[in-house]
């Protein structure tokens, strides 16, 4: 219990702890973030590591001149790319596997099996679209390794849509992340970035719950 509640006093005032690994860690920091953005994308068993708040944080202190966001972008963008090419080919060579244990404690099967459906739902564009869905982001590339997708194709799409994510949240904190009222209400902002992130997921849920529901409905005999 006190983990969870670390964990989330850390996820609403990334502010706060962001600044300490400035001020402790000095250009260190980059490597700090490199590593939580890799994780996050490269591994399904780290789905809930910070993505946007992380990055919208990381570009406001690089607005108030504590870190360099042309730095932030080309070292994050290396690290959302890496991380989803080592998790494509993490699904490519052991995920058919995955799918075999139903009782598996390092991998959520339910989530693998949400993001399958994302992704036959979108194609090659789930490659993109995810990007901007926490958890869904982390499970897309894995299914990708474990469908026909080529390497090639993949990286392309993902070399887009990792730099596209890297720039709304970085630049998206570099220029309103310094305003009077978000700085005033930043754990807010912070919220509200969560649960715009997670909505797309959460609709998509909801509406699959309810479409089998209809299916599974008896039917009256005339």
Known sequence: MNTIKHFADFFLH???YLGAAIRTYGTWTYGILF??????TGFVVTPFLPG?????????FAAAGALDPRVLFLLLASAAVGGDNLNY???????????QYEGSKFFNREHLGKTHRFYEKYGTKAIIIA???PIIRTFTPFIAGIGSMTYLR?????????ALWI?????????FGTLPAVRRNFTLVIMAIVVISVMPAVIEIVRHARTGEKNHAPTEKI
């Open 52 to 60: 946007d708040s992380l990055l919208f944080a990381a570009g406001s």
């Open 14 to 16: 990334l502010d706060i």
């Open 35 to 40: 590593g939580i953005i890799f994780c996050e």
């Open 89 to 99: 080919w993490i699904g490519r060579y052991i995920g058919p596997k995955i799918f």
């Open 167 to 175: 720039s709304v949240f970085v630049f998206g904190g570099y220029y």
């Open 154 to 162: 993949f990286f392309l799409y993902d070399l887009f849509g990792g």
């Open 131 to 133: 990007r901007f869905m």
